[in-house]
């Protein structure tokens, strides 16, 4: 079956969409299966503008988790767009990487922000998130962006492509991290599927992205899967620099890529999820740990080094938490505080209602009418860890043990 794109066009309007159909043809199951599907919390039926749409909360059959299925309301035509797959993650370099590639090995830089597949159906382009949803604010961004040259490049390689990157920068309603090369906004592209997952060569990719005016994640080099040590260098070259980390690819893809993280990000994140313990804080803290255990092996580090981290590490934890409860103490907002920049009201209202549909709880800080072509919004995005401290200061208890 073709899963790329599926052109189904049985109905005529609106009204007699069938989503039970679309999904069971999509997915390949049968009609009462997907009527049951529909009901679970195994998918999300949500809508953006005329498109309906079914995001998978979950892998099902052979479709990974954030598949989305956009269907035209007025016509009834269909798309499948596969979900991103998962990137396994190294805690040793020395040993993931020589037994894991073929021959050489493609070091791109793992940027930090948030996935972002962009798509092109029924003559417009869509910012598809991780989890599977059409992100109002990130499509009306990306058309303002990069619209015509998504779509050169799209038109070029066949309407079943999918681009993948990463937006990265501090005007964004997800993941925020300052980056020189786009301190606002910016899509770094890392991957495009011709068809379902199927990927062009990176070097393929790369040439392509620059020849349509766009931009690539950078590229660090190229090494022999026995060259671990080359690898780690890039490592700590990102690591004084304080950046993210690598992801690792084979040429042609016939290996799947793998992903490791500089220490400074690891114990970034803590740091930056420990403002909020009852929310990021307490799933952020275990995996780093076990990533910093092994990099104080694999790289050898002293005790000097040892002291440093252990000093960073409890810092960002123990530091930033007692900081946040003081803040609440002080009455001030235990939030993430963000700016996002729209083009129209009718844009900002559908990143509105699309968040809050979500659950994601917010309030609108300030709206400025920055110029004649733009607002910017103050957006506050509220945690579950304020009401944690107001029980435990309460209380005096532990809500865990
Ligand atoms: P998962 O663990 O399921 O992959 P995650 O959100 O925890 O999801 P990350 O730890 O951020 O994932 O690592 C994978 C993500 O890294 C990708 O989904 C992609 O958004 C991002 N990324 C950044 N740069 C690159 C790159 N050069 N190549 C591939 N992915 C990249
Ligand atoms: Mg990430």
């Given at each position: 079956m073709n899963r790329g794109m599926t052109l189904y066009k049985a109905y005529n309007d609106s009204s007699s969409i069938d989503l039970a159909e679309i999904l069971a043809e999509s997915l390949g199951i049968n009609y009462e299966r997907a009527t049951k599907l529909l009901e679970s919390k195994s998918t999300r039926i949500l809508r953006y503008k005329n498109i309906r749409y079914i995001a998978l909360r979950r892998d099902l059959g052979n479709h990974y988790e954030g598949t989305a299925i956009l269907i035209d309301e007025k016509t009834g035509e269909y798309r499948v767009v596969e979900g991103y797959p998962h990137i396994k993650r190294v805690l040793l370099l020395s040993k993931a990487v020589p037994q894991h590639f073929v021959d050489w090995v493609i070091v791109e830089e793992k940027m930090d922000g948030h996935n972002v597949r962009v798509i092109k159906f029924k003559d417009e382009i869509y910012a598809v998130t991780r989890g599977g949803y059409i992100c109002p604010y990130t499509t009306a961004r990306m058309r303002h962006e990069h619209g015509k040259s998504i779509e050169n490049l799209i038109d070029a390689i066949g309407e079943e492509t999918v681009v993948a990157g990463e937006v990265v920068?501090?005007?964004?309603?997800?993941t925020r991290y300052y980056y020189p090369?786009?301190?606002e906004w910016g899509f770094f592209i890392f991957d495009i599927f011709r068809?379902?997952?199927?990927p062009l060569s990176v070097e393929n990719r790369r040439r392509l992205v620059e020849e349509y005016g766009l931009r690539n994640v950078p590229l660090l080099g190229k090494y022999h899967k026995d060259d671990w040590q080359g690898i780690l260098e890039v490592v700590s070259n990102l690591e004084e620099v304080g950046r993210e980390g690598i992801v690792m690819k084979d040429p042609y893809y016939r290996v799947d890529p793998l992903k490791y993280t500089t220490s400074y990000i690891n114990t970034k994140d803590i740091q930056e999820g420990m403002k909020y313990p009852f929310d990021e804080g307490h799933t952020f803290i275990y995996p780093r740990v076990l990533r910093q255990m092994f990099k104080a092996i694999e790289d050898d580090w002293d005790e000097e080094r040892l002291a440093k981290e252990a000093q960073r590490l409890g810092e960002a934890i123990l530091v930033t938490a007692v900081e946040s409860v003081k803040r609440f103490l002080r009455g001030m907002p235990i939030a993430e505080e963000f700016i996002l920049t729209f083009y129209n009201m009718r844009d900002f209202e559908d990143f509105v209602s699309h968040i809050t549909l979500l659950g994601v709880p917010i309030t609108i800080v300030s709206i400025d009418q920055a110029s004649e072509n733009y607002i910017k919004v103050k957006i506050l995005k509220h945690k579950k860890t304020p009401e944690y401290y107001k029980r435990i200061l309460r209380t005096g208890l532990s809500p865990l043990d």
């Amino acid at each position: 079956m073709n899963r790329g794109m599926t052109l189904y066009k049985a109905y005529n309007d609106s009204s007699s969409i069938d989503l039970a159909e679309i999904l069971a043809e999509s997915l390949g199951i049968n009609y009462e299966r997907a009527t049951k599907l529909l009901e679970s919390k195994s998918t999300r039926i949500l809508r953006y503008k005329n498109i309906r749409y079914i995001a998978l909360r979950r892998d099902l059959g052979n479709h990974y988790e954030g598949t989305a299925i956009l269907i035209d309301e007025k016509t009834g035509e269909y798309r499948v767009v596969e979900g991103y797959p998962h990137i396994k993650r190294v805690l040793l370099l020395s040993k993931a990487v020589p037994q894991h590639f073929v021959d050489w090995v493609i070091v791109e830089e793992k940027m930090d922000g948030h996935n972002v597949r962009v798509i092109k159906f029924k003559d417009e382009i869509y910012a598809v998130t991780r989890g599977g949803y059409i992100c109002p604010y990130t499509t009306a961004r990306m058309r303002h962006e990069h619209g015509k040259s998504i779509e050169n490049l799209i038109d070029a390689i066949g309407e079943e492509t999918v681009v993948a990157g990463e937006v990265v920068g501090l005007e964004n309603p997800y993941t925020r991290y300052y980056y020189p090369e786009a301190p606002e906004w910016g899509f770094f592209i890392f991957d495009i599927f011709r068809k379902g997952l199927d990927p062009l060569s990176v070097e393929n990719r790369r040439r392509l992205v620059e020849e349509y005016g766009l931009r690539n994640v950078p590229l660090l080099g190229k090494y022999h899967k026995d060259d671990w040590q080359g690898i780690l260098e890039v490592v700590s070259n990102l690591e004084e620099v304080g950046r993210e980390g690598i992801v690792m690819k084979d040429p042609y893809y016939r290996v799947d890529p793998l992903k490791y993280t500089t220490s400074y990000i690891n114990t970034k994140d803590i740091q930056e999820g420990m403002k909020y313990p009852f929310d990021e804080g307490h799933t952020f803290i275990y995996p780093r740990v076990l990533r910093q255990m092994f990099k104080a092996i694999e790289d050898d580090w002293d005790e000097e080094r040892l002291a440093k981290e252990a000093q960073r590490l409890g810092e960002a934890i123990l530091v930033t938490a007692v900081e946040s409860v003081k803040r609440f103490l002080r009455g001030m907002p235990i939030a993430e505080e963000f700016i996002l920049t729209f083009y129209n009201m009718r844009d900002f209202e559908d990143f509105v209602s699309h968040i809050t549909l979500l659950g994601v709880p917010i309030t609108i800080v300030s709206i400025d009418q920055a110029s004649e072509n733009y607002i910017k919004v103050k957006i506050l995005k509220h945690k579950k860890t304020p009401e944690y401290y107001k029980r435990i200061l309460r209380t005096g208890l532990s809500p865990l043990d």
